[in-house]
């Protein structure tokens, strides 16, 4: 019962992630930062990835306090920002997050206060999602190694 | 003085002979030391796995400046003696608020030797102007290889004469110069023009971010396979005579002659001269080093990076 547990949890898995690939979502370097992933470090993908979630919030946060404030004009400081966001989350894989983050940054060189604004709402749209998705997945790989263990209860 | 040199070098060897025993079994030579510059904290522990991963011992700072102050070089007349140079490369992102990626190579690459009239004692010494005039005397510069030499104080020729064979001493024996070490550019952004200016500048590389575990290990493989750390060059010899069983990892696991450590012999006759320049590694991208076949299981590029980003960007 427990094996078809395992099974079942790896199709999930890999279902989850065809489909991340395929809506665009994830791209080849997630599967890079996998590649990292080993028994000397074996939490390295969801250590990244929660260090980005980190980042990234405070990211948003700079950026719609930016854009809330009336006599806002420091496009140049709302650059700096989405340059940051963009690297990281091209260094996650993430690559939604990041066209959406490329077509905020032509919006603020263009000085455009309500392209930015819409452009950020976009943004903040697709790191939900892109955060709720990938929480899913280190979900069922918990699930999966726990299942896992109890079938093989000796590893090595 | 002169004592304090050789002092130094004894406790040196001493060390590596402790190490030599605790460890028998894995390799007690020279661990390749990365310095990683990245301003982007998810890069940075990126980068870092990407590089422990293939065997290399890590350092990482947020800042061109940090990196400075980490080499010992931040300061406007700061010398740092030979032996402290810690690192083997240096590995830097080009966008960074501050000093930039490529100040940061600028830097690098501007430093100079100097000698001081204490033998045995050899100092790097940041200077941007061939030849300077001050109260205390002149300063003569003196060339010897890619070493520019400059001699503090300068009032009798015999000193020239005294200071070359001193150089010459230096220079046979297994020490990094400053300015040779190799420095890297990583960058999102493909911008042709860029990465010549870098190249131009004497990087030794262009990595197009996000980096993959296949370029580090190319990296690797390309610079540090070839004998071209003189100090070295017999331990690597010995390490690749025995070892052919490694295939996705590019460290031999087991070294069965740990007495390849041999400090104080002469530079293997047998050995390359280390290539001088920038794009030397490009040509002997697959086939140099069968023994390390690190890219067995990746498909190895025909062409060298930079020419496949000029690639990559005509088809954009």
Request: hydrophobic residues 20%; charged residues 35%.
């Given at each position: 019962m427990l094996g078809l547990g395992v099974e079942r949890l790896r199709g999930d898995m890999n279902r989850l992630l065809a489909l991340l690939f395929h809506q665009g979502v994830l791209d080849e370097q997630f599967l890079q930062l996998q590649q990292l992933q080993?028994?000397?470090?074996?939490?390295f993908v969801s250590e990244v990835v929660n260090i980005y979630f980190q980042e990234s919030e405070k990211l948003l946060r700079n950026l719609r306090s930016l854009l809330m404030d009336r006599e806002f004009s420091d496009y140049k400081k709302m650059g700096v920002h989405l340059n940051q966001f963009i690297g990281s989350s091209s260094s996650i894989g993430a690559k939604r997050v990041r066209n959406v983050c490329v077509a905020f940054r032509v919006a603020s060189e263009q000085n455009n206060r309500l392209g930015c604004l819409r452009a950020l709402e976009l943004l903040e749209h697709e790191y939900c999602y892109l955060k709720n998705k990938l929480h899913e997945l280190f979900q069922i790989e918990q699930q999966r190694l726990l299942a896992a263990a109890v079938r093989y209860p000796v590893q090595h | 003085m002169a004592r304090n040199g050789m002092f130094s070098r004894r406790r040196r060897a001493e060390k590596v002979e402790e190490y030599d025993e605790l460890l028998?079994?894995?390799?007690?030579t020279h661990e390749v030391h990365v310095l990683a510059v990245d301003d982007s904290l998810v890069d940075r522990i990126v980068i870092e796995r990407l590089l422990k991963i293939t065997s290399c011992k890590v350092t990482t700072v947020d800042s061109g400046m940090r990196a400075l102050k980490y080499l010992g070089l931040d300061e406007e007349e700061s010398s740092v003696t030979i032996?402290?140079?810690?690192?083997?490369l240096i590995i830097t992102d080009y966008c960074m608020p501050g000093m930039t990626g490529y100040d940061l190579l600028k830097k690098i690459k501007s430093l100079v030797v100097r000698l001081f009239p204490d033998p045995g004692k050899v100092v790097v010494m940041r200077s941007l102007v061939p030849a300077v005039e001050t109260a205390s005397g002149k300063i003569a510069g003196v060339r010897l290889g890619t070493i520019d030499l400059w001699v503090w104080p300068f009032s009798d020729p015999g000193q020239v004469v005294v200071m070359r064979s001193l150089v010459q001493a230096v220079e046979t024996t297994s020490c990094r110069n400053a300015r040779e070490v190799p420095v890297v550019i990583m960058s999102s952004e493909n911008v042709l023009a860029r990465i010549d200016r870098c190249l131009e500048e004497g990087a030794e590389d262009f990595l197009l971010k996000p980096v993959k575990l296949a370029d580090v290990k190319r990296l690797k493989s390309c610079m540090f396979n070839e004998d071209r750390f003189r100090g070295e060059e017999k331990g690597m010899n010995k390490r690749k005579l025995?070892?052919?069983?490694?295939d996705d990892s590019s460290t031999p696991t087991l070294s069965p002659s740990p007495s390849s450590l041999d400090l104080s012999s002469t530079p293997s006759p047998s050995s390359t001269s280390s290539p001088s320049s920038p794009k030397a590694f490009s040509s002997s991208l697959s086939t140099d080093s069968p023994t390390h076949s690190t890219d067995s299981s990746m498909p190895s590029s025909p062409t060298s990076p930079t020419r496949r980003l000029k690639m990559i960007s005509q088809d954009l």
């Open positions: 080993d028994e000397s470090s074996p939490n | 028998p079994l894995t390799e007690a032996d402290d140079l810690k690192v083997d025995p070892e052919s069983s490694s």
